[in-house]
């Protein structure tokens, strides 16, 4: 069974449509998040959902709008994407939002902006 | 602030030799310490972690790495290294400290390992 899963696996799109990317865990984690991996692999942090309560937001352009429907759900909606939102987009989840616990990571889904 | 160096960008070593990725890590208060290795076109899976336990921390794989609180090092480490490592590293810190509000994990920039014939 697929822990943290993520569609589509991949995406390519125009500049100035709307797209949303979804996830779902299966883990019975309270606590979800979306990075960002740049081309040149740097990973990124954007938000941090906890029992559907936003409670991470890294200065992400508002056309960037996470929404949690449960706690094992974490859908990602991009409005008026621009060629600088392409890169893979990763889910991940996590027991609690605090302590040391790792994170567990989804496929990843490659967006493409042409 | 809490940051993550990881000093090489590309690691390349031969088959059965051993493997050095090296780490240094910044952070206010303890940290707790992840690798992660990304192989390509795929997600990423937990190597190993610390949390504040025994240094010397063991992980999938036959990977380990120690923590040296005096060098602010976590280096990763294995014997002998087989082709199915070929992938990307990526050394992790959290600082338990920020999370007031969320878990938030700090990456390093990864370190590309090859592995040669």
């Known amino acids: 069974d697929t822990a943290v899963s993520q569609t589509p696996k991949y995406l390519v799109t125009q500049m100035g449509n709307d797209k949303s990317i979804k996830c779902e865990q299966n883990?019975?984690?309270?606590?979800m998040y979306w990075y960002k991996q740049d081309s040149k692999k740097f990973l990124k942090i954007m938000f941090s959902?906890?029992?559907?309560?936003?409670?991470i937001n890294e200065t992400v352009p508002n056309r960037f709008s996470p929404k949690s429907p449960d706690k094992a759900h974490l859908n990602l909606h991009i409005n008026s994407l621009e060629l600088g939102d392409s890169a893979v987009y990763f889910c991940?989840?996590?027991?609690?939002?605090?302590?040391?616990?790792?994170?567990?990571f989804g496929p990843g889904t490659r967006l493409t902006v042409t | 602030a809490q940051s993550v160096t990881q000093l090489d960008s590309h690691v390349s070593v031969s088959e059965g030799t051993p493997v050095l990725l090296r780490c240094n890590y910044s952070?206010?208060?303890?940290?707790?310490l992840f690798w992660y290795v990304q192989h390509p076109n795929k997600g990423l899976q937990l190597l190993l972690k610390?949390?504040?336990?025994?240094?010397l921390v063991k992980g999938i794989n036959g990977f380990e790495a120690e923590f040296k609180k005096s060098e602010t090092s976590f280096h990763l480490t294995k014997p002998s290294a087989h082709m199915s490592d070929a992938a990307e590293y990526f050394c992790?810190?959290?600082?338990?400290?920020?999370?007031?509000?969320?878990?938030?994990?700090?990456f390093g920039t990864g370190t590309q390992l090859k592995v040669e014939l």
């Open positions: 991940a989840s996590s027991p609690r939002d605090r302590g040391f616990y790792e994170q567990y």
């Open positions: 883990l019975g984690h309270d606590t």
């Open positions: 959902y906890n029992n559907k309560e936003l409670i």
């Open positions: 952070s206010s208060y303890s940290p707790s």
């Open positions: 610390y949390t504040s336990a025994a240094t």
């Open positions: 992790v810190v959290s600082d338990l400290r920020l999370t007031g509000g969320g878990n938030k994990l700090t």
